[in-house]
């Protein structure tokens, strides 16, 4: 994983890997989203920024045959800019 995308998970408290499930007992609260799609988890997560887009997106990918809420996925990247809804990280993190 590159530099910059350790960097922001430790900003974002993002685990290097977990479960879906976990995934989503951390973010639903906070004003996040958390998708499977297909060998992915999709994640748009909440972080106060002053500016108003307050946004990112992050993909995991499973590590195991197990894709159900239980099976193992790794962080895989975290969007580089932020937006102004979740809406707009699920998209960003579809594309990627």
């Known amino acids: 994983m590159k530099n910059q995308t350790t960097n922001k998970a430790q900003t974002y408290r993002l685990p290097q890997t977990t479960t879906p499930e976990s995934l989503e007992m951390k973010m639903m609260h ?11 988890t999709l994640v748009a997560g909440y972080f106060y920024n002053p500016n108003g887009r307050c946004y990112y997106g992050a993909t995991y990918r499973f590590t195991t045959a197990d894709h159900t809420c239980e099976g193992e996925v790794e962080l895989a990247s975290i969007s580089e800019e932020t937006f102004e ?3 707009h990280a699920i998209a960003w993190a579809m594309a990627h």
């Not at 906070?30 to 992915?40: E, P, S």
Request: charged share 15%; aromatic share 8%.
């Open 30 to 40: 906070g004003g996040g989203a958390v998708l499977t799609f297909g060998n992915r």
């Open 85 to 87: 809804d979740n809406g």
